[in-house]
């Protein structure tokens, strides 16, 4: 079997405000906005993947909580030129980190908190 990753599906409280976070600040470009079922939502590029962003159905919840430890999705990883720096902007523009710029082996890393309380990973590698 030949597997390749293809996209990231994530709920969100706020589409627009999704929009926004993930082209004005992370770079990622909208194709379209789109209906997922009865449910809006919106499709990135993001450079070597696809985001699809969905705002939840009534009947569905978005878990927030990030103080517990739940299995499946954890975080996502955006490899940037320098973590520093890229976290320096970002606390700039009001972002929570919940890791500070730490050394890993070779890489730098940090986690930070995005609309409706994501978690997202910054990596630089030498």
């Known amino acids: 079997m030949n597997c390749q990753f293809h996209h990231l ?3 969100c409280s706020n589409l627009q405000n999704s929009i926004d976070f ?18 809006d939502g919106a499709e990135l590029d ?6 699809n962003l969905r705002v939840a159905r009534k009947d569905e ?3 927030t ?5 739940t299995y499946g999705y954890h975080h996502f990883c955006v490899k940037v ?3 520093d720096e890229a976290c320096k902007e970002l606390t700039e523009k009001g972002f929570e980190f ?3 710029p730490t050394d890993a082996g070779e890489n730098r890393i940090a986690f930070f908190k995005g609309p409706d309380e994501i978690v997202i990973e910054l990596l630089s590698m030498p």
């Open 65 to 69: 909580d990030t103080s517990i430890t």
């Open 61 to 63: 919840t978005v878990n």
């Open 98 to 100: 919940i890791t500070p």
């Open 9 to 11: 599906h994530l709920l």
């Open 46 to 51: 993001f450079g070597t993947t696809t985001i």
């Open 22 to 39: 993930f082209t004005g600040t992370l770079g990622a470009t909208l194709v379209t906005l789109k209906k997922f079922g009865s449910a």
């Open 81 to 83: 030129d320098n973590t």
